[in-house]
């Protein structure tokens, strides 16, 4: 993915319903390997969400050591109030 920022939240996997704290990579942002979390102020530049790409390391998502030991990946949608990460999200 190259360069990007991080927001950190608790996000529920969509593939098998666990709730967990999750990097969730994005590029909407100055893509200098910053790291947020929720109450954070990532800049208030007009953004309403940032679309991110996450991925789920939960035992139930992980694959077979044979494939990398990588998980289930998808997006989600994490929603800014203000330029301040709210701790809302969608998962798209």
Do not use: H
Not at 3 to 10: C, E, N, P, R
């Amino acid at each position: 993915m190259g360069m990007f920022d991080s927001v950190y939240l608790k996000i529920k996997c969509p593939y098998c319903g666990e709730k967990s704290m999750m990097e969730a990579q994005t590029k909407d942002l100055d893509c200098e390997l910053e790291k947020w979390k929720r109450g954070d102020f990532v800049g208030d530049d007009g953004l309403v969400y940032l679309d991110c790409v996450t991925e789920c390391r939960s035992k139930k998502c992980l694959r077979p050591k044979d494939f990398g030991n990588l998980g289930e990946f998808f997006n989600v949608r994490v929603f800014l109030n203000k330029g301040i990460v709210s701790g809302n999200y969608k998962v798209i």
